[in-house]
């Protein structure tokens, strides 16, 4: 993929949509939970029963930098921002977030606390957004399902040329 | 329902090393034993009292005795089972509580109302903060409840740390929390908090910002549907009292 | 063990001194290891800085507060109910089990008492919220340890509990069902007989847990001998719950104290060890886990008909006064102080919870150990990080 071959759009579409395809389907998801929807998470990727590496998500990595993926679960305080800012930038591109539950969408059930971050989402870019307090593991799963085909239909070369993401 | 107001960490008429504890009469020997040798150990130290019967006692103390305290408790009375220690701030709200809570109604435009007066709970009091701490005789099932006035504008109490060392960290939130300084602990740092964080955050002077920028709406009975043009459906703002809230026990 | 010559044990010591004299001459100093607040083995975001000679650990401190949501002051603006929303999220494993003590306390403020059956629908939920979470903690531990399987066990046999508490509360682990006077429904038709069966599966799962770890060579020399708490330290600290049934004190609330829950019906018995270190506390869990499987079904068995509700008032106010009630939590001691001043809403309530006191003990517990004993005895403590940080 270098010489430039992506960024200038010499990469046929069918070829880029094809590695596209196979990006969404092997996905390493970061371990990382923080709060009570670490347990849905865990129940999504470490059960048998809501299974999540039949869709081709692998739950293995415990570093940063190794995973694509990172599904914030649980409230993000204030205090702990700044790890979740400098843990997802040592992410390596393209990488994805996935914000599980309503503590860290919105800031949740502790929206008037005095040191709850109102939503993850003030701190790094989130793709998908999953609710619930805390959602079932099948609604994690659908918010995989649902970030699958967002990478699906990503443009490769705005991606790899560090535009801002469009999905068509 | 005289005897099932309260309970402390075991309730039971189980025998006291002091006198045989009656289970239903209003005279609860365990505990007035309980406060005569505290008494007997601390002289002028033990302020007040409260006992409710075949449950719980309340003793409160002074400052100087704090320290004192600690050790009779554990050493005298058994008492050698950590609970917790923490503060409580006596001062009403200046944004009142609760779902008429002012914060929400003054940003609505609604007078401020008058705070009402300054009251103290079980034992008494004469500061606006107070330290409370709990301990446990493991042995004989009983609990006692400590309470000692901190102080108004620095508070500040001796430490229980070389007595229990469990107090630690307890200390250390609760000066965090209320601001209270705890003499002679080795070392009052920030536990919760991020270290530059600005204020006592349970003091009942500090405000929850996020409540004056987007106040709560009141006790709303069916929600509107997100994206409703209708003015009227939207029950924010203070015209619809509490009082006319019709299931506050469903999640709200 | 082949029998060890004189020369060899000497040249073994030897070796040890010369390592600790290079140390001496090298003057290596300590170096500061910072465990967390993302890692594997931390329980949620704890963060330990400890500060290493060699493999041992010199000072331990854990740092707390990445998960602090600042309860004590949210309770103060939300109405009675809407605390019970929030705070059973505080030990977000042990669902029903958070609520239960404040309910409680609110309910002696108020000089009601539940119906005899709501108390035993409370009870049940405790124990299987109690099941819930400490299969967790032994499906945990092993994989603290290195053990990945008992994990993967540990996920498949908590569904059936979780399913049994979702069908009655229609909430996996956040029930919100507990209601001041009562509880908020009564169980759907044949839940009695799912539930006996799930109890079945998850004594299969202890008995799993007993074949597959405690008789492992290489998890007792993990963990026998590692940690071990003295019981006066332990009473000093506030160590609660099964830690301090560990180390040999016979305490438990369910049945020292009389809260309202119908413990006293059903016949069960306290299990301590005498040990005090990482194996007592896994076998302390394992036994309990158990004996709460027996209790549940001794109580679905003798459960009778009945209302669920008492009659309270539609708003509620609490009169004034002070009250504090303590529970035997699947995490140790669970305890509301509330300070009512009869509004709508709590004047001041103290939450004590058990992860708070049972940490506090690590800078004093962690002297002195390898750092793989970090790991397993943070795993044998057993916090959970929204216990201790509120």
């Given at each position: 993929m270098g010489l430039g071959l992506?960024?200038?759009?010499?990469?046929?579409?069918?070829?880029?949509?094809?590695?596209?395809?196979?990006?969404?389907?092997?996905?390493?998801?970061?371990?990382w939970g923080l709060a009570c929807c670490a347990l849905e998470m865990g129940a999504a990727f470490g059960s048998p029963r809501y299974d999540v590496m039949r869709l081709g998500v692998i739950p293995f990595p415990a570093s940063p930098r190794q995973a694509d993926l990172v599904v914030i679960s649980g409230?993000?305080?204030?205090?702990?921002?700044?790890?979740?800012?400098?843990?997802?930038?040592?992410?390596?591109?393209?990488?994805?977030?996935?914000?599980?539950?309503?503590?860290?969408?919105?800031?949740?059930?502790?929206?008037?606390?005095?040191?709850?971050?109102?939503?993850?989402?003030?701190?790094?870019?989130?793709?998908?957004?999953?609710?619930?307090?805390?959602?079932?593991?099948?609604?994690?799963?659908?918010?995989?399902?649902?970030?699958q085909q967002r990478i699906k239909d990503e443009d490769m070369q705005s991606r790899w040329r560090g535009e801002p993401i469009v999905v068509q | 329902m005289s005897s099932s107001e309260d309970t402390t960490i075991p309730v039971s008429e189980s025998p006291a090393a002091d006198a045989p504890s009656e289970p239903a009469a209003p005279v609860d020997d365990l505990r007035e034993g309980l406060v005569e040798r505290l008494t007997e150990l601390l002289g002028d130290g033990v302020v007040d009292?409260?006992?409710?019967?075949?449950?719980?006692?309340?003793?409160?103390?002074?400052?100087?005795?704090?320290?004192?305290?600690?050790?009779?408790?554990?050493?005298?009375?058994?008492?050698?089972?950590?609970?917790?220690?923490?503060?409580?701030?006596?001062?009403?709200?200046?944004?009142?509580?609760?779902?008429?809570?002012?914060v929400d109604t003054i940003v609505h435009g609604k007078e401020a109302k008058e705070l009402p007066a300054q009251t103290t709970g079980y034992a008494g009091g004469d500061t606006r903060f107070q330290v409370f701490a709990r301990v446990a005789n493991i042995k004989d099932h009983f609990g006692i409840t400590l309470k000692v006035d901190a102080g108004?504008?620095?508070?500040?109490?001796?430490?229980?740390?070389?007595?229990?060392?469990?107090?630690?960290?307890?200390?250390?939130?609760?000066?965090?929390?209320?601001?209270?300084?705890?003499?002679?602990?080795?070392?009052?740092r920030h536990i919760y908090l991020p270290g530059d964080f600005e204020g006592n955050p349970c003091r009942k002077d500090f405000?929850?910002?996020?409540?004056?920028?987007?106040?709560?709406?009141?006790?709303v009975d069916v929600e509107p549907l997100p994206g409703s043009d209708e003015p009227g459906s939207d029950t924010a703002g203070s015209d619809e009292p509490a009082a006319d809230a019709s299931a506050p026990e469903e999640t709200a | 063990m082949t029998a060890i010559s004189d020369r060899q044990k000497l040249a073994y010591v030897?070796?040890?001194?010369?390592?600790?004299?290079?140390?001496?001459?090298?003057?290596?100093?300590?170096?500061?290891?910072?465990?967390?607040?993302?890692?594997?083995?931390?329980?949620?975001?704890?963060?330990?800085?400890?500060?290493?000679?060699?493999?041992?650990?010199?000072?331990?401190?854990?740092?707390?507060?990445?998960?602090?949501?600042?309860?004590?002051?949210?309770?103060?603006?939300r109405t009675y109910p809407q605390v019970t929303t929030l705070i059973n999220r505080i030990d977000w494993v042990g669902s029903f089990a958070n609520e239960v003590p404040f309910i409680l306390a609110a309910e002696q403020l108020m000089g009601i008492e539940a119906p005899l059956r709501a108390q035993y629908i409370r009870t049940i939920l405790f124990e299987m919220g109690r099941i819930a979470n400490i299969i967790l903690f032994l499906g945990d531990m092993a994989v603290q340890l290195g053990a990945l399987t008992p994990i993967f066990y540990a996920f498949r046999d908590r569904e059936y509990v979780l399913n049994q508490i979702e069908a009655v509360t229609g909430g996996r682990f956040h029930p919100n069902f507990d209601r001041i006077g009562g509880?908020?429904?009564?169980?759907?038709?044949?839940?009695?007989?799912?539930?006996?069966?799930?109890?079945?599966?998850?004594?299969?799962?202890?008995?799993?847990?007993?074949?597959?770890?405690?008789?492992?060579?290489?998890?007792?020399?993990?963990?026998?001998?590692?940690?071990?708490?003295?019981?006066?330290?332990?009473?000093?600290?506030?160590?609660?719950?099964?830690?301090?049934?560990?180390?040999?004190?016979?305490?438990?609330?369910?049945?020292?104290?009389?809260?309202?829950?119908?413990?006293?019906?059903?016949?069960?018995?306290?299990?301590?060890?005498?040990?005090?270190?990482?194996?007592?506390?896994?076998?302390?869990?394992?036994?309990?886990?158990?004996?709460?499987?027996?209790?549940?079904?001794?109580?679905l068995g003798s459960i009778k008909g009945g209302p669920i509700m008492a009659k309270v008032p539609r708003i509620i106010k609490v009169p004034e006064g002070e009250a504090y009630v303590a529970t035997e939590n699947p995490l140790g001691e669970m305890g509301y102080y509330i300070v009512s001043k009869g509004d709508l809403t709590p004047f001041r309530v103290k939450i004590r919870t058990a992860s708070f006191n049972n940490v506090s003990i690590t800078p004093w517990l962690l002297r002195g150990v390898y750092v793989p004993d970090i790991v397993t005895i943070l795993g044998s403590l057993y916090f959970i990080l929204g216990d201790i940080d509120r």
């Open positions: 992506v960024e200038s759009g010499k990469m046929p579409k069918p070829l880029t949509k094809l590695l596209s395809i196979s990006r969404s389907y092997s996905m390493w998801v970061y371990q409230t993000v305080t204030d205090k702990m921002a700044p790890a979740i800012r400098r843990l997802y930038e040592q992410m390596p591109d393209p990488k994805y977030v996935i914000s599980m539950g309503s503590c860290a969408n919105c800031g949740g059930p502790y929206w008037d606390s005095y040191s709850v971050t109102k939503g993850v989402d003030q701190i790094i870019p989130v793709d998908v957004y999953v609710p619930g307090c805390p959602p079932r593991p099948e609604a994690l799963l659908e918010g995989v399902v649902l970030l | 009292h409260h006992i409710i019967p075949g449950k719980d006692v309340w003793i409160r103390v002074t400052a100087d005795a704090w320290q004192h305290t600690a050790e009779s408790v554990r050493y005298t009375l058994g008492c050698r089972y950590f609970g917790f220690l923490s503060a409580i701030d006596w001062m009403p709200s200046p944004w009142g509580r609760g779902m008429e809570a002012e108004d504008e620095t508070p500040s109490v001796p430490t229980w740390t070389k007595v229990f060392a469990g107090a630690d960290w307890h200390e250390r939130e609760t000066w965090e929390m209320y601001g209270i300084d705890f003499v002679g602990h080795p070392f009052l405000p929850l910002l996020a409540r004056f920028v987007k106040p709560w709406p009141g006790i | 030897a070796a040890q001194a010369s390592d600790a004299r290079v140390n001496l001459e090298l003057e290596t100093e300590g170096m500061i290891l910072n465990i967390g607040p993302q890692h594997p083995a931390t329980h949620g975001t704890l963060r330990i800085v400890a500060k290493l000679d060699g493999e041992q650990v010199i000072h331990a401190e854990p740092m707390m507060g990445y998960m602090h949501r600042g309860y004590e002051k949210l309770t103060e603006v509880v908020k429904d009564d169980f759907p038709k044949g839940w009695i007989e799912d539930s006996l069966s799930a109890m079945v599966k998850v004594r299969e799962f202890c008995d799993q847990m007993e074949d597959l770890l405690m008789g492992s060579e290489i998890f007792q020399a993990r963990t026998r001998g590692v940690g071990v708490i003295p019981p006066d330290v332990a009473q000093q600290f506030g160590l609660s719950g099964a830690n301090a049934r560990a180390s040999g004190i016979d305490w438990d609330l369910r049945r020292d104290s009389n809260v309202g829950l119908v413990y006293g019906d059903a016949d069960w018995k306290v299990w301590t060890h005498p040990d005090g270190d990482s194996f007592a506390r896994f076998w302390v869990r394992l036994q309990e886990t158990r004996e709460a499987t027996s209790i549940v079904d001794q109580l």
